[in-house]
């Protein structure tokens, strides 16, 4: 018995009521929309000079302040001046802003929208679009990834935009990661043209394969220019990525996983800056041990990024002696965590001697020495010849690092003590970690079965325990950067956690693994797209200094979407603080509750100008 009318303002929304016979009427709603805006000429006189001058103003109500304010659209200048150039420069500049004033009533002049309450859907309708991604296009503009793809086609006989293939993947990537057939369903999510098949997808794989390289130097060459990236202090780590698939060939290979997967792997080698950039990339054969890689990929990136000396700062993985002499040879410095478990006898009673501790407060405390230490180097004919760096070597303890490493340990103490209960439920693969808590445990060398016969035999190494109990807390670090404060030491090991991070997002927020595509030129494609995701993640992270995570930030451009109402009408439903940062950075407006078409497609082009 009841209809109504909403009018929506874009500040707020009234809802007016009036009787009708309701089987008389259509079930339909009438959606208003308006605004309030002026634009009028301002004369301001000097009253020391007399002199008057002319500018345009707006004039908008302050909801903070709850008045009526004004705020210069433009300034024009001294109407004495003026009157050198224009007979009437009142006249002019008055029929100037009443055109203003009228482009902008035609453009925000109250809309009505009949809106039936009957009106259904189609089958496998999907009216969302997100509009967040503006934010990720207009970095991906800034690196100018666009020219570089663009350039490159030109020698393509591909008919496909590989173009706007890239920013499909990467913008899904990053926002609603899945499969590439996935990805491809999904397309009409942008409000981007993507006017390509599947099957162009895979075959665009193998093109960005072939410019890999260059695309990473492209990218570094880019973020020097606008960043200033200092690469005085560089980064690296490696982790491994699986594959749900029994083949190996070249690339793909069974070895250590760090998910203790039995699946095929591929090993990343990743570098980055200071500021938690990307700065490239190499990809290793899953077997190939994570001691091996640094060498090749060093070599690299020293090459052809034509770097100067530089300091490798990375975990004990990297830390043997083939590695030190390789970075010390090629006129680098390094700084390396250092394994106080496995060191040798002299060392370990140094790191547990109290002489020489300065304690910081709160049960921190930290000492250093310089120590020749012998390290072994692989000689061109394979032999192992001894060797001798000067190094400084940083030992600290922290109270924090001690309760993380009881706390770690428990689960595997734990799985210990069901191990030699249960033997049989075990074996090699899945007593990872509590194995070596368990004293006479012998496998299977072909089925990596625990052998009958040491069933009675099983039990727990106390003393295990015990000299591992010692050192929890205990940290070092080994560095040929002698001249540096251990503080300082630290302060700089401690910024390889950006890079384990960024592994993090690429395994969780960016779904990388695991991959399925089978070719190589198409996996190494996969781990490109990645490679840039993170990159232009890393750079929104940066600009925002670190306020937010990066799962915050794909979370809520992932929620900066839209929904067509009526014609070319968006309603928006999310709004926070973190789009409210992106938006105050990048100079993009996410605070809009409804938008047209046109002005979103005006603001996806504005930021893809440069």
Not at 342 to 369: N, T
Request: one cysteine or more; proline letters at 2%.
């Amino acid at each position: 018995m009841i209809s109504g009318i909403f009018i929506l303002n874009f500040s707020q929304i009234m809802l007016v009521f009036y009787g009708v016979t309701w089987y008389n009427c259509k079930r339909c709603l009438i959606v208003k929309t308006v605004g309030v805006f002026k634009i009028y000429l301002k004369k301001s006189t000097n009253k020391k000079t007399g002199r008057t001058y002319l500018s345009i103003v707006s004039s908008y109500y302050d909801k903070k302040t709850k008045q009526s304010r004004t705020a210069t659209v433009r300034s024009i200048g001294y109407l004495d001046e003026l009157e050198k150039k224009y007979d009437d420069p009142i006249a002019f500049f008055t029929e100037e802003v009443r055109k203003m004033n009228e482009k902008h009533y035609e453009e925000r002049l109250p809309v009505n929208l009949k809106i039936s309450l009957d009106e259904s859907m189609e089958s496998n309708y999907d009216g969302l679009k997100n509009f967040g991604y503006a934010a990720l296009s207009k970095i991906y503009h800034e690196l100018k990834i666009d020219t570089f793809l663009k350039n490159r086609q030109r020698h393509s006989k591909e008919k496909y935009d590989a173009n706007a293939i890239m920013k499909l993947l990467v913008f899904s990537r990053l926002l609603y990661p899945c499969s590439k057939k996935k990805t491809f369903e999904n397309r009409d999510m942008f409000f981007e043209k993507f006017d390509f098949s599947l099957d162009d997808i895979y075959r665009c794989l193998s093109f960005f394969n072939k410019y890999s390289d260059d695309l990473q130097f492209w990218l570094h060459e880019r973020i020097k220019e606008q960043y200033g990236r200092n690469t005085d202090l560089v980064y690296y780590d490696v982790t491994n990525y699986y594959f749900e698939i029994d083949k190996q060939d070249e690339l793909r290979k069974k070895g250590v996983s760090k998910e203790h997967r039995p699946d095929p792997i591929v090993q990343m080698g990743l570098f980055m800056d200071t500021n938690g950039i990307p700065i490239t990339y190499k990809l290793f054969p899953g077997n190939a041990p994570d001691k091996t890689t640094l060498i090749p990929a060093l070599g690299k990136i020293q090459r052809e990024y034509s770097l100067g000396r530089i300091i490798i700062v990375a975990d004990r993985g990297i830390t043997t002696g083939d590695n030190i002499w390789y970075i010390l040879s090629a006129k680098n410095g390094y700084i390396l965590s250092y394994s106080v478990r496995s060191a040798d006898r002299e060392f370990k009673d140094y790191v547990l001697d109290e002489d020489g501790y300065i304690h910081k407060g709160d049960g921190f405390k930290i000492k250093s020495r310089l120590y020749p230490r012998e390290i072994k180097v692989t000689s061109v004919r394979g032999k192992k010849l001894k060797k001798t760096v000067d190094e400084k070597q940083v030992i600290f303890y922290s109270p924090k690092y001690a309760a993380k490493a009881k706390q770690e340990r428990a689960q595997a103490l734990i799985k210990a003590m069901d191990l030699i209960k249960n033997p049989a439920k075990y074996n090699k693969s899945t007593s990872f970690g509590a194995a070596k808590y368990v004293k006479n445990l012998t496998f299977d060398a072909k089925t990596g079965e625990i052998l009958e016969s040491v069933y009675q035999h099983l039990a727990f190494d106390e003393e295990k325990l015990r000299e591992e109990e010692k050192f929890d807390g205990y940290y070092a670090i080994v560095t040929s950067e002698y001249k540096e404060s251990p503080e300082k030491i630290i302060e700089m090991y401690r910024g390889l956690w950006k890079i384990e991070e960024s592994f993090k997002v690429t395994k969780s927020d960016f779904e990388s693994r695991p991959v399925y595509l089978s070719l190589q030129e198409h996996i190494d494609a996969h781990f490109l797209t990645c490679f840039i995701s993170l990159v232009i993640i890393r750079i929104l992270e940066y600009r925002l200094k670190w306020k937010y995570s990066v799962t915050e930030i794909l979370e809520s451009l992932s929620r900066a979407s839209c929904c067509n109402i009526k014609e070319n009408y968006y309603l928006f439903g999310f709004y926070n603080d973190v789009l409210k940062d992106i938006g105050n950075e990048l100079d993009i407006d996410f605070s809009k509750k409804y938008m047209k078409l046109g002005d979103i497609k005006k603001i996806l082009g504005e930021v893809k100008k440069r």
